[in-house]
Every structure is written in structure tokens, then in C-alpha cells.
């Protein structure tokens, strides 16, 4: 596949036309859920929702520029790297939205798992609130490398087109499931991810620490352990919170404090841990020296 035919298709396609509707569908939602905490007078931080609001906006932005194309352009070369193509079909457009959701579980799961990938998705837990503006809260970062996580896709046949468009899919399915209004929905919270499944994920609560990974099927997190029912009460946010509403705070914060761990690491070996081992591990001599 050329450049200029997947230019072509993302520009032409008729699932383009499925992506636009559900993209216009999710904002109708986010704007009815608004209107309904207004008339009932729901609680809200109305500042944190401006942020989201504002965040998205940035994205959007973002989005029309070389930084919405760079996936693109990575993926394109590795697809030239392998002999293997799966042809578009109604079949393979299925098997792709399947692997892609298989994917999107383990991007998500290795972005809590790594801090350098936390600093980009914690964005998106940074909330104390839980409503649909949330699913606008996405770092605007993320799109510079979250395309890697494609290129195994790529390499077992899928082009380019059908990567992206099908992990997009994935994640457009999510914006309804960032609700409060929404209760627990029986067998379907054991299938798919819902509402009551994600405001597990993003609960602050011990037990429901680095829990329900999924994008559209929770059953990946069942096969790998990490499945949570909604038991208690969720406490939405990070452990530490950042309480702050600037979007550039928001989205940087994080990458400001790894710095700031960096440079007080003594070996190169503890500066590469700190910035891509796991959340919580520091050098044992950061203790010591704020005793």
C-alpha cells in the first residue's frame, strides 16, 4: 500500500463515513449528559470539565497536523517489511476490530505498567470526576507513539489502513462507558467493558489498582488476570492528585516529575528504571536522603 492510497482511504473510505457518525453520536452523548447535570443539578467540577473540553479541543488541533499523520507515515514502511497481506473484506474488517481491541488491551495495560508510558495515559486518570467529558481527556502526546503498539498488526498481514482504523473503532466504543449514570448491566459487565467496568479502572481504590484493561471485550483481562467487579464505592483520580485545572499541567505534569527524579538518580542505571521501570520504583537512597 502506497501513501497516496491510504491518504486515499482514510480520506474516502466508506468506514470513514461509520467513524464521522459515531464521533458526531459520541458528542451528542457528552452534550446530553451535560444538560442532564445541569437540570438536576448534579455535582461537578465544572473547572475539571473545562479542562476536558479544552484538552480535547488541543487534540483536535493537534490532530490536523503532522502529529495526526505520524502513525502513518511509521506504519507505512513496516508494512513493506513483511510478504504477508490480508485482503479488505467484511471477514477480515471483523478479525481486524478483534485483534485491535487484543492490542489495545496490552498498550493499555504496558501504559500502567511503565512510567514513561504513565506520564501520557495518566492524563486521562487525573480526574476526580467520572462523566463523559472524561473521554475527551486524552494526552496530547499519545499520538506521537501510541501507533507502535500497530506494527505487530502490520506485520501478520493487516495494512496500515485497517490498523488504524479499527484500533479508532476501539476506542470510540469507550466514550459512552465514562458514566456514573449508567449501573451495573448483569452478564453484560462479563463480556464487554461498561460503564460499571471502567469506573472500576479508574477508581484510586487499592483492590482496584491497574485493574480492567480492556477496550471493548473485558474477557482479555479475565484470561490475564486482571478482571475487577465494581464492589465498593470508587474513588476517582490518581493515588497522589494533582489538583490542578490548566490543560498543559495536566497533560506535562508527570513528565515534569520523572525529571525531577532523573536528575536526582546518582547512575545511569537507576535514571533508565526511574524513567521506564514500573510506577512506584525509586533508588533506595531517595529515601535516605529526605531523612
Same mark, same amino acid.
Given at each position: 500500500?502506497?501513501?497516496?492510497?491510504?491518504?486515499?482511504?482514510?480520506?474516502?473510505?466508506? !468506514?470513514?463515513?461509520?467513524?464521522?457518525?459515531?464521533?458526531?453520536?459520541?458528542?451528542?452523548?457528552?452534550?446530553?449528559?451535560?444538560?442532564?447535570?445541569?437540570?438536576?443539578? @448534579? @455535582?461537578?467540577?465544572?473547572?475539571?470539565?473545562?479542562?476536558? =473540553?479544552?484538552?480535547?479541543?488541543?487534540?483536535?488541533?493537534?490532530?490536523?497536523? !503532522?502529529?495526526?499523520?505520524?502513525?502513518?507515515?511509521?506504519?507505512?514502511?513496516?508494512?513493506? $517489511?513483511?510478504?504477508?497481506?490480508?485482503?479488505?473484506? =467484511?471477514?477480515?474488517?471483523?478479525?481486524?476490530?478483534? !485483534?485491535?481491541?487484543?492490542?489495545?488491551?496490552?498498550?493499555?495495560?504496558?501504559?500502567?505498567?511503565?512510567?514513561?508510558?504513565?506520564?501520557?495515559?495518566?492524563?486521562?486518570?487525573?480526574?476526580?470526576?467520572?462523566?463523559?467529558?472524561?473521554?475527551?481527556?486524552?494526552?496530547?502526546?499519545?499520538?506521537?507513539?501510541?501507533?507502535?503498539?500497530?506494527?505487530?498488526?502490520?506485520?501478520?498481514?493487516?495494512?496500515?489502513?485497517?490498523?488504524?482504523?479499527?484500533?479508532?473503532?476501539?476506542?470510540?466504543?469507550?466514550?459512552?462507558?465514562?458514566?456514573?449514570?449508567?449501573?451495573? $448491566?448483569?452478564?453484560?459487565?462479563?463480556?464487554?467493558?461498561?460503564?460499571?467496568?471502567?469506573?472500576?479502572?479508574?477508581?484510586?481504590?487499592?483492590?482496584?489498582?491497574?485493574?480492567?484493561?480492556?477496550?471493548?471485550?473485558?474477557?482479555?483481562?479475565?484470561?490475564?488476570?486482571?478482571?475487577?467487579?465494581?464492589?465498593?464505592?470508587?474513588?476517582?483520580?490518581?493515588?497522589?492528585? =494533582?489538583?490542578?485545572?490548566?490543560?498543559?499541567? =495536566?497533560?506535562?505534569?508527570?513528565?515534569?516529575?520523572?525529571? @525531577?527524579? !532523573? @536528575?536526582?538518580?546518582?547512575?545511569?542505571?537507576?535514571?533508565?528504571?526511574?524513567?521506564?521501570?514500573?510506577?512506584?520504583?525509586?533508588?533506595?537512597?531517595?529515601?535516605?536522603?529526605?531523612?
Amino acid at each position: 500500500m502506497s501513501f497516496t492510497e491510504l491518504l486515499f482511504l482514510l480520506e474516502k473510505a466508506s !468506514v470513514m463515513e461509520y467513524i464521522a457518525f459515531f464521533f458526531v453520536f459520541n458528542l451528542s452523548l457528552i452534550a446530553v449528559e451535560l444538560l442532564l447535570d445541569v437540570c438536576t443539578a @448534579k @455535582k461537578r467540577r465544572w473547572g475539571d470539565t473545562g479542562a476536558n =473540553i479544552a484538552i480535547f479541543i488541543m487534540n483536535q488541533l493537534l490532530d490536523k497536523t !503532522v502529529v495526526g499523520g505520524i502513525g502513518v507515515i511509521g506504519l507505512l514502511p513496516i508494512s513493506l $517489511l513483511t510478504p504477508l497481506e490480508i485482503p479488505h473484506t =467484511i471477514w477480515s474488517w471483523v478479525l481486524a476490530f478483534f !485483534v485491535a481491541d487484543f492490542t489495545y488491551y496490552w498498550m493499555h495495560r504496558l501504559e500502567h505498567e511503565h512510567r514513561i508510558l504513565w506520564a501520557s495515559h495518566s492524563v486521562h486518570h487525573s480526574s476526580e470526576d467520572y462523566n463523559l467529558t472524561i473521554a475527551m481527556r486524552l494526552s496530547i502526546v499519545e499520538g506521537l507513539f501510541e501507533w507502535m503498539f500497530l506494527i505487530p498488526m502490520v506485520l501478520i498481514g493487516f495494512s496500515p489502513f485497517q490498523a488504524i482504523v479499527s484500533l479508532i473503532l476501539v476506542a470510540q466504543f469507550q466514550t459512552w462507558i465514562h458514566t456514573e449514570r449508567i449501573k451495573k $448491566l448483569g452478564w453484560l459487565d462479563e463480556v464487554f467493558n461498561t460503564p460499571s467496568v471502567h469506573r472500576v479502572h479508574h477508581g484510586s481504590n487499592d483492590k482496584y489498582l491497574d485493574k480492567n484493561y480492556g477496550g471493548v471485550l473485558i474477557i482479555w483481562d479475565k484470561l490475564f488476570g486482571t478482571f475487577q467487579r465494581e464492589e465498593e464505592k470508587v474513588v476517582y483520580g490518581l493515588t497522589k492528585n =494533582i489538583k490542578s485545572n490548566n490543560p498543559i499541567t =495536566i497533560n506535562f505534569i508527570e513528565y515534569k516529575n520523572i525529571w @525531577k527524579d !532523573v @536528575k536526582r538518580c546518582r547512575n545511569w542505571k537507576d535514571r533508565f528504571r526511574v524513567v521506564f521501570g514500573d510506577l512506584q520504583w525509586r533508588p533506595s537512597y531517595f529515601k535516605e536522603e529526605k531523612e
